[in-house]
């Protein structure tokens, strides 16, 4: 048996399709990257649509900022370079599960465009649905929900992003493709919009969008 990578074959993949597999669950993947500052509600909203999809038959995957650094991500940190290395690998990750017809939805702050644009390179323009988690920073900070506005206040979390650390909001020439305004609905409002936004997306087989 020769070496030779002339006899190499890396197809073997290809034997069961994207489109076989999403026919097998009924379903289209898609990765929907839900961006903001800390507290403005990425993770309610992503737990409250996974719950929906979940109840109606889809088959989820969430992928939370915290969880993945926890683990797969344990080794980097909040350099500009980590941060941009953090999000590079958690969309190769949201692209696998997206292959295979998962509904993933992530749940990081995404502070950069350019981080933003380089997720949707990776996953494909029509895998990604980015929603942009609109929260006041103000208001962020009084909910606190993990204390952490509080330690950064005092000086504890260094490039604390909305302080100390930039989040750049989504401009006329990368739009995101659906705003969530936390500051003015409920969680149950949000996550009913998101969820009336990605129906269409998620349906097999696949209708493309304009
Ligand atoms: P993040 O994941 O963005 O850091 P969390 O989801 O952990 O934020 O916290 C958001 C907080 O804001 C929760 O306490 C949630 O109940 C509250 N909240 C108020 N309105 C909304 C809304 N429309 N969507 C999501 N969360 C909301």
């Not at 900070?141 to 509080?150: F, H, I, M, N, Q």
């Not at 979390?157 to 659906?178: C, H, K, N, V, Y």
Request: aromatic share 6%.
């Amino acid at each position: 048996m020769s070496e030779s990578p002339a006899n190499i074959h890396p197809t073997f993949q290809r034997l069961q399709s994207r489109e076989s597999k999403e026919r097998l669950i009924g379903q289209s993947g898609l990765v929907i990257w839900l961006f903001g500052l800390s507290g403005a509600g990425k993770s309610t909203i992503a737990e409250g649509l996974e719950k929906r999809l979940h109840a109606e038959g889809r088959l989820t995957q969430l992928l939370d900022g915290d969880n993945i650094r926890a683990g797969l991500n344990r080794n980097l940190g909040f350099s500009d370079a980590d941060r941009e290395e953090n999000i590079r690998r958690i969309a190769e990750v949201a692209k696998l599960h997206a292959q295979v017809g998962v509904v993933t939805l992530v749940s990081f702050i995404t502070p950069k465009r350019h981080f933003r644009q380089n997720a949707r390179a990776i996953i494909g323009a029509d895998d990604y649905f980015e929603v942009y988690v609109h929260c006041r920073f103000e208001t962020c900070e009084s909910r606190d929900v993990k204390g952490l506005y509080a330690k950064a206040k005092r000086g504890e979390i260094p490039q604390f992003t909305g302080r100390d650390s930039a989040f750049e909001t989504p401009d006329a020439s990368a739009p995101a493709d659906l705003v969530l305004e936390t500051d003015e609905e409920t969680a149950e409002a949000s996550v009913h919009r998101l969820h009336q936004a990605i129906l269409t997306r998620i349906r097999f087989p696949k209708t493309h969008h304009a």
